[in-house]
């Protein structure tokens, strides 16, 4: 075709009406007051997620655990704030005031299989700290997420007082468009897949919700040693001497088990992350066409 030098070319179009194969009713077999007939009045009725959920996202990191976390400066009253706190041979807290818990994979060594949560927990150090989970401390590596409605005027910056000195990173993410009121649909946590790539466990959802895709890992990486699984797309990425995170995202299409997504390029050691699948409700009365 190109070599033809032709200046207008079809390639397809609406219907096949090009090829003389139209089979769809139109606008002379179903017509409609549009007068575009009743199949294109449906196509174009439908509503699909908004494509602007994504109102920005900050990273932080301290090598000493004291992060200062910053909200997106393009979050929006009413958006849902999402806090993704983790950190390496140190304590997490499984509560903070004014956020509520939305998901947890605490890793005590690098061949624990399944991450444990904040429920495994088996003896408190404090209201807010677990001492002991089953298999000892949970602290080798570690990931909690909270979340909230952003209200307008809250401060832009905030810290929290962390217990010990060890490295913690995390992000910051505002989304429009998900259920504020009772967002999260699920999660699923992976800690040791045995594998140079990442593996995020599957998840079940529903099509329209937000797939979350949180990974911690125990090395140092740059950003392109981990990229984002197929079909989905990198948010924030953060590294520090010996530490690095990543958030990754999808907008769901259909309903059921999202399977198992990998990362892709080199990677790193394997069983050295942490890994959290987490979806968010889309908003009620929204209706998915991609």
């Known amino acids: ?31 409609s007051e549009s007068g575009y007939g ?17 109102h920005g996202s ?29 950190r390496t041979d140190d304590y997490l807290p499984m509560q903070l005031p004014g956020w509520n818990y939305a998901a947890s994979c605490f890793k005590t060594h690098n061949s624990q299989d399944k991450c444990l949560t904040i429920n495994d927990c088996e003896q408190m150090l404090d209201e807010a700290h677990c001492k002991t989970f089953w298999n000892g401390s949970g602290k080798d590596l570690a990931t909690i997420v909270y979340y909230k409605e952003y209200q307008e005027n809250e401060p832009w910056i905030f810290k929290y007082e962390m217990l010990g000195n060890k490295p ?3 992000f910051v993410l505002a989304v429009k468009g998900v259920d504020t009121l009772n967002p999260i649909r699920g999660f699923n946590g992976t800690s040791a897949d045995d594998d140079s790539d990442s593996i995020f466990p599957s998840v079940y959802a529903e099509q329209g919700d937000l797939l979350l895709l949180s990974m911690a890992f125990d ?14 797309n990198l948010i924030n990425f953060v590294n520090g001497d010996d530490e690095a995170g990543y958030i990754f995202s999808k907008v769901l299409t259909s309903i059921g088990e999202t399977g198992e997504l990998e990362s892709i390029g080199p990677g790193g050691s394997s069983n050295k992350d942490a890994l959290i699948s987490l979806v968010l409700k889309k908003q009620p009365g929204i209706v998915s066409n991609k």
């Not at 190109?2 to 017509?31: A, C, R, Y």
């Not at 009743?38 to 994504?54: A, E, F, N, P, Q």
């Open 1 to 31: 075709m190109t070599n033809s030098s032709t200046p207008l070319q079809l390639i397809t179009s609406f219907n096949e009406g090009g090829e003389g194969t139209i089979i769809e009713p139109s606008k002379k077999n179903w017509p």
């Open 38 to 54: 009743y199949y294109l009045d449906c196509l174009h009725d439908i509503k699909g997620v908004s494509t602007d959920w994504y």
């Open 58 to 86: 900050t990273s932080t990191y301290d090598e000493d655990g004291n992060m200062t976390w910053e909200i997106p400066k393009t979050a929006e009253a009413g958006d849902l704030l999402l806090l993704f706190m983790s």
């Open 168 to 170: 913690g990173w995390g």
């Open 219 to 232: 090395d140092t990486t740059e950003k392109n040693d981990f990229l984002p699984p197929a079909t989905t």
